[in-house]
C-alpha cells in the first residue's frame, strides 16, 4: 500500500496545508487579512511556500466549486429583437455625432454598426462565415460538361445551343476573361 492511501482507500490530498486538520479556518482568516501567510504557516508548522502554493491552488478550486452558478433558463431571449434595438440606438448616436460635426464617434458607431448587421445578418442566416464554393469550377461539373459537349460533337447546332445554355449557369466573366462567342468546351 502506499503512504497516501490507508486500509479504507481513502487518499489523502497531496497538498501539505489541505492535510492540516485545521486548513478551512487558516484560509478564512488569510482571506480575510486576520493573519498573514507566513503566520499560518508557523502556526500550521508548515512552510510558507506550501501555504502560498496552496492559496494559489487549493483554495480557488474548491471556492469556484461553492460559488458556480446555478444554470438557468432565460425565457423570452430574442438576440435579433436586442440586436435591431441596439442597432436603432447606434443609428441615433450616429447622426448626433454627425450633426455636430464629431467625426471620431460617428465613426467609432459605423463601426459598432457594421458588427452589429454581421451578427443579425449571421443570425438570421443571410449570411456565413464557413468557406465559400464554386460548385461551376468543380473537376466533375467542368468533366460533365465537355462529356455532353463531346457526346454532340457531330450535331453542330445542338453543340452551340447546349454550349449556350452552359454559359449561362456560369457566373460572368471579369474584364481579363475573354468574353468570346465559342463554345464552352
Excluded: W
Excluded at 487518499?11 to 482568516?29: D, I, M, N, Q, S
Excluded at 455636430?100 to 462565415?129: F, M, Y
Amino acid at each position: 500500500m502506499s503512504s497516501r492511501t490507508s486500509k479504507n482507500h481513502f487518499t489523502f490530498p497531496k497538498c501539505g496545508a489541505c492535510r492540516h486538520p485545521e486548513h478551512l479556518l487558516y484560509e478564512a482568516k488569510i482571506i480575510s487579512h486576520e493573519i498573514t501567510m507566513r503566520a499560518a504557516a508557523r502556526s500550521m508548522g508548515i512552510d510558507i511556500s506550501t501555504v502560498s502554493r496552496h492559496m494559489s491552488n487549493c483554495v480557488p478550486k474548491r471556492v469556484g466549486e461553492l460559488v458556480k452558478p446555478e444554470p438557468t433558463e432565460v425565457h423570452d431571449l430574442n438576440c435579433v429583437n436586442i440586436l435591431v434595438s441596439s442597432h436603432q440606438d447606434l443609428r441615433n448616436i450616429y447622426t448626433e455625432a454627425r450633426e455636430k460635426g464629431d467625426l471620431r464617434n460617428s465613426l467609432k458607431a459605423l463601426e459598432v454598426e457594421i458588427k452589429q448587421v454581421h451578427e443579425i445578418a449571421t443570425l438570421t442566416g443571410q449570411t456565413h462565415d464557413g468557406p465559400q464554393f464554386n460548385l461551376l469550377m468543380l473537376p466533375e461539373y467542368v468533366e460533365f460538361k465537355q462529356t455532353v459537349l463531346a457526346a454532340v460533337s457531330d450535331y453542330p447546332e445542338v453543340r452551340a445551343r447546349i454550349s449556350a445554355a452552359l454559359r449561362c449557369t456560369e457566373p460572368e466573366p471579369g474584364p481579363e476573361e475573354d468574353a468570346s462567342d465559342e463554345p464552352v468546351f
